[in-house]
């Protein structure tokens, strides 16, 4: 912990939490084009736009799953398992991109903007007036870090597969399927390689807005939770300012709750700082004077509000999602297993550079159902927390007065909030192992089905 004059701090100004990530959703016409210009004129251009760049890439993606399946049925009966693996891999990944595409813009387009909307217009920035504070920025930086991180990540090992042919200057495909013609004749060669190149631009922009949203959003959340663990532990000093203390009175309330203080670990994201006493009483002089149960129950009562507000946007997150994650746990269950597969049953010349590509799917496959994962066990936590928080306030000096309202939000806040996929796994760390486990015995036994083939 540091600490530091509240005074000297550069102002938070709110802002839209979601540039970034609604950028990529964007490039994955996921989320529609900046509409709302005054000029009709630019207005109607920009919404041709949006629609004319969405059925071009659905044109992209359904015609690329569509060679695969075609794949699939002509090559059945050859028996080369490898290639028959690498298009059903091909398959999955495209379909999935197609669902998320139009699960996003048009079959939960409201419930994601209204989640977008909630959250950038009642966020707090920070916790409430007392002996510390903490503010959204250290949620904010963990939150463009990761995404940014993870975005690029997934741009880089889906195009990556677009370097390739390339190096290997034989005019192949980045993704081998079945053509009905002759792609290899000139300019045709070049058209079907642009689609294909697409193709992969908007798997990466799809596999990174459908679970990067997420990660961004329990970012967010954990933040959220950040501010009311430190209004919490502070309430009673907050309500000592609104009552208008003495500086006597503080100095000792102060003392009582320097131990709490010094705990570590205390926020998910969030540095607390410490507000000088020059600020208290500056504070403190712009305070009506009330008792104290009054005073404690007005702190109180915005605590509620905030926390309200968490549990809100959690329950709109539960049902944006849940019923993808369900699905999604499967996805990655077998493209883990098949992609492991192919990588160890390549043995072609190309098979380094093959290898190194299918390498970088599983790793992504990995971030991926980590993230999902891991974040929605950090609001878990999270959520658990708030009355520990509570008792980390000087308690114990008013509880005859003040026991009622201790023990009624001590009771509400024992039930802690649980992000599901399908509302039958529950998502945290050991769904991740569990599933890790899942794909991997998957593995074993299609190694045997090979070995007998």
Same mark, same amino acid.
Not at 116 to 135: C, E, M, P, W
Not at 168 to 176: I, V
């Given at each position: ?219 967010? /959340? ?213 599933? /890790? ?17």
């Amino acid at each position: 912990m540091t600490s530091t004059d509240i005074s000297k701090e550069e102002p938070i100004e709110r802002r839209d939490l979601f540039t970034f990530i609604v950028s990529v959703m964007r490039m994955a016409a996921m989320y529609t084009l900046r509409t709302e210009y005054q000029n009709s004129y630019m207005h109607l251009l920009t919404t041709v736009l949006s629609r004319s760049y969405e059925i071009f890439t659905y044109f992209v993606c359904v015609h690329i799953e569509i060679l695969f399946m075609c794949s699939l049925y002509i090559y059945y009966d050859e028996g080369d398992l490898e290639f028959l693996v690498n298009c059903l891999i091909q398959t999955i990944i495209y379909m999935w991109t197609i669902t998320m595409k139009l699960y996003f813009r048009r079959f939960r387009y409201n419930m994601l903007n209204d989640i977008i909307s909630t959250v950038n217009d009642k966020h707090q920035l920070r916790s409430a007036h007392g002996f510390t504070y903490v503010t959204v920025r250290g949620a904010l930086r963990q939150s463009n870090l990761w995404i940014k991180s993870y975005v690029y990540c997934c741009f880089i090992g889906t195009i990556f597969w677009l370097v390739l042919p390339i190096a290997y200057r034989d005019r192949s495909l980045p993704l081998g399927c079945w053509y009905p013609f002759d792609y290899k004749q000139p300019l045709v060669y070049e058209l079907v390689f642009f689609l294909q190149a697409v193709g992969q631009i908007q798997v990466a922009a799809a596999f990174a807005s459908s679970s990067g949203f997420h990660m961004v959003l329990g970012i967010l /959340i954990s933040g959220q939770y950040d501010l009311l663990m430190c209004s919490l532990k502070n309430i009673l000093a907050t309500s000592y300012l609104k009552m208008g203390a003495t500086m006597q009175e503080l100095s000792e309330l102060q003392e009582a709750q320097s131990v709490s203080d010094a705990e570590v670990n205390q926020y998910s994201y969030s540095v607390e700082m410490q507000t000088s006493m020059t600020e208290l009483k500056h504070q403190k002089s712009l305070s009506n004077a009330m008792d104290l149960p009054t005073a404690f129950r007005h702190s109180l009562t915005r605590c509620l509000e905030h926390h309200r507000y968490i549990i809100s946007v959690l329950e709109k997150m539960e049902r944006f999602y849940n019923p993808i994650w369900l699905f999604k746990i499967g996805e990655v269950t077998f493209l883990m297993c098949l992609v492991a597969f192919v990588s160890t049953k390549s043995t072609t010349a190309n098979s380094i550079m093959r290898m190194v590509s299918l390498g970088q799917y599983l790793l992504l496959v990995l971030y991926e159902l980590f993230i999902i994962c891991y974040f929605a066990d950090v609001v878990y936590q999270n959520s658990q927390r708030c009355g520990e928080a509570l008792w980390r306030s000087p308690w114990q000096l008013h509880m005859r007065q003040l026991r009622s309202d201790y023990i009624i939000f001590l009771i509400n806040s024992r039930r802690p909030f649980r992000l599901t996929a399908g509302k039958i796994y529950n998502l945290n760390v050991d769904r991740f192992r569990s599933t /890790i486990t899942t794909a991997f015995s998957f593995l074993t036994l299609l190694q045997k089905m090979d070995a007998r083939g």
